[in-house]
């Protein structure tokens, strides 16, 4: 789980520190302010750093190409240098990042002439975590037969969390025990789709009385929930897991937001970290509403603002903390105008 990141002259961010909950995380911004870029950051440090080695040397002595190499990939630049901050007086970026449960710390820099060099200047102790899980804007489970392949074996214009969510979608189901334990939240995903979530032949469907609909002819919004739902059945989310959104709220409907609401809130409280990118007013109240219902559950939020060339970050544990949230100016201000005129 992610605990902290400290930026400097990355992207957009000239600085930035940012300390997380445990919990659910939301992240608010207009469309250029690097929400999606705060996400894949975050994403591409517990990836990289997940020690699922015995030998402390041989993690170290790869960490540094894993980074470079998940940065390249995951952000879709042509070397690392193009990350650092587009300003003629700066030449190096600089991020640090601390893990959950233990203050794991991770501390790399590297300059605009980097193709892949990245030079770590503070690594303590070592963490093993499930792999994190990044789902993009858009939902693979319709696309998904034969997905994977081509992304590996063709130039396509995917990032690398397109493949990373294949490989977790193509594991097999859990059995016995630990099916069991999760019975519940699959219960009630399955009661949000109408339907069970099956996979033949390399291929999803969903299983609606007993009739099986093929993925691409499900509405977007049951897709994603059923992404969600099967990845839970495959344990690749879990208890200590770290779970990346990017927009959740895209091409669902309000009903559907507030099921999605009901759902971040309920993984949160089984101890799975959530980070969501949105810009979404609905979204947030419905969060809100259910962070009411279940005051066990932290949650942190972070409003993205453009200022100049950079990006500012205001933070706090409510949304009142984060006001104004400049993402929300146009809904608000449309609210204003609607009960004007009625």
């Known amino acids: 789980m992610l605990q902290s990141l400290e930026i400097k002259n990355f992207t957009v961010f000239e600085e930035a520190n940012l300390e997380f909950s445990a919990g659910l995380n939301i992240i608010i911004g207009e469309n250029g302010t690097g929400k999606s870029q705060l996400l894949k950051l975050g994403y591409v ?71 892949n060099e990245i030079i770590t200047h503070g690594i303590f102790d070592s963490a093993e975590y499930p792999k994190p899980i990044f789902f993009p804007t ?19 214009a995917f990032d690398k969390t397109f493949l990373d969510l294949a490989d977790a979608l193509a594991l097999t189901l859990l059995k016995g025990e630990r099916a069991e334990l999760i019975q519940p939240i699959v219960a009630e995903l399955e009661k949000q789709m109408k339907g069970k979530v099956i ?6 469907y969903l299983e609606q009385d007993k009739k099986r609909l093929e993925m691409p002819l499900v509405a977007e919004g049951i897709r994603k929930i059923a992404m969600l739902t099967y990845l839970i059945m495959n344990g690749s989310i879990q208890k200590g897991s770290t779970l990346f959104w990017d927009e959740p709220e895209s091409n669902l409907n309000p009903k559907m937001m507030v099921q999605l609401a009901q759902t971040l809130v309920t993984l949160s409280s089984m101890g799975i970290q959530i980070f969501i990118a949105t810009h979404s007013l609905f979204l947030l109240r419905e969060i809100k509403i259910q962070l009411l219902q279940h005051p066990e559950v932290q949650a942190r939020y972070f409003a993205l603002q453009l200022e100049g060339k950079s990006v500012s970050v205001q933070q706090g544990d409510s949304m009142d903390e984060v006001e104004p949230i400049a993402a929300l ?12 005129l009625v």
């Open 138 to 156: 858009r939902e693979i489970v319709s696309i998904f037969e034969g997905f994977a392949a081509a992304l590996r074996n063709r130039e396509l």
């Open 199 to 204: 996979v033949k032949n390399g291929r999803f």
């Open 45 to 115: 440090f517990l990836n990289s750093s997940n020690k699922d080695q015995k030998n402390m040397a041989s993690f170290l002595v790869g960490l540094k190409r894993r980074l470079a190499q998940e940065l390249v990939e995951v952000f879709g630049s042509d070397n690392l240098g193009h990350l650092v901050t587009n300003r003629v007086d700066v030449e190096i970026c600089n991020i640090k990042m601390g893990i959950y449960p233990k203050a794991t710390k991770l501390d790399i820099s590297f300059n605009k002439k980097s193709q």
């Open 329 to 340: 100016d146009a809904s608000l201000e449309q609210s204003d105008r609607y009960l004007e």
